[in-house]
């Protein structure tokens, strides 16, 4: 049982560049979500999803775009990478939003826009 | 919007010594959970306090959740370097329907030896 599976770990970006971030869970859970992390900022929620298909925004969600397919998967897509950006990003995910039994969280990714 | 207030920010101990990290929220919650995050790692879930006035403890860790339901500490006795972390406190608003959790700023511990 993995969990939840953060791809890649570390990953450094010229401005202006895209990517995504990946994000797995193998637990059946209907809850997924994405948080950035800074130094004394705490866990900002970025986007969250309830449920395939259904997305939704959370505190921080400009320059973010997500998608929800299947249960399993919801990765997080930078548009047009800002040095604002570089952040650890972390991805959790629950059996519902209100987390009975704890948020799951990933192992992050450390990103790097220069 | 809901907002969840953790005091200190950071607190550093003599190892031995107890540490206690405040958690209030501006609402009254539904529950409320605290994690830990060691350096360079990921907040892990630790436990869930649901009822007014519950008490949980975990080996050296004590969790109380306050009597109207707007504020929560988590307490460790005698700490250990193993302790060394942030500990985040996350509620989630009475009657929310369909809100998640809203974390609190964290406590760094730092432990001298």
């Known amino acids: 049982n993995a969990g939840v599976t953060q791809t890649p770990k570390f990953q450094v970006l010229k401005t202006g560049q895209s990517m995504t971030l990946q994000c797995a869970q193998d637990?059946?859970?209907?809850?997924m979500s994405w948080y950035r992390q800074d130094p004394g900022m705490g866990l900002r929620l970025i986007h969250y999803?309830?449920?395939?298909?259904?997305?939704d925004q959370g505190e921080v969600p400009n320059g973010y775009n997500v998608s929800r397919s299947t249960t399993e998967d919801f990765p997080l897509r930078l548009l047009s990478a800002a040095p604002s950006q570089t952040s650890v990003y972390f991805c959790?995910?629950?059996?519902?939003?209100?987390?009975?039994?704890?948020?799951?969280f990933g192992s992050g990714t450390r990103l790097t826009v220069v | 919007g809901q907002q969840v207030m953790q005091i200190p920010q950071y607190q550093h101990v003599q190892e031995g010594e107890d540490f206690t990290t405040y958690c209030n929220s501006s609402?009254?919650?539904?529950?409320i959970q605290w994690y830990k995050q060691r350096p360079g790692g990921h907040p892990v879930f630790l436990i869930q306090l649901v009822k007014s006035g519950e008490v949980k403890k975990q080996k050296r860790l004590t969790f109380q959740f306050g009597e109207a339901k707007k504020n929560s500490s988590l307490h460790i006795t005698a700490t250990q370097t193993t302790d060394v972390g942030t500990y985040f406190c996350?509620?989630?608003?009475?009657?929310?329907?369909?809100?998640?959790?809203?974390f609190g700023k964290g406590t760094h511990l730092i432990i001298q030896p």
């Open positions: 999803s309830v449920g395939a298909g259904i997305t």
């Open positions: 959790a995910s629950s059996y519902d939003i209100r987390g009975v039994n704890g948020y799951t």
């Open positions: 637990m059946n859970h209907e809850y």
């Open positions: 609402t009254t919650l539904s529950n």
């Open positions: 996350a509620g989630r608003r009475s009657g929310g329907g369909a809100d998640g959790l809203t």
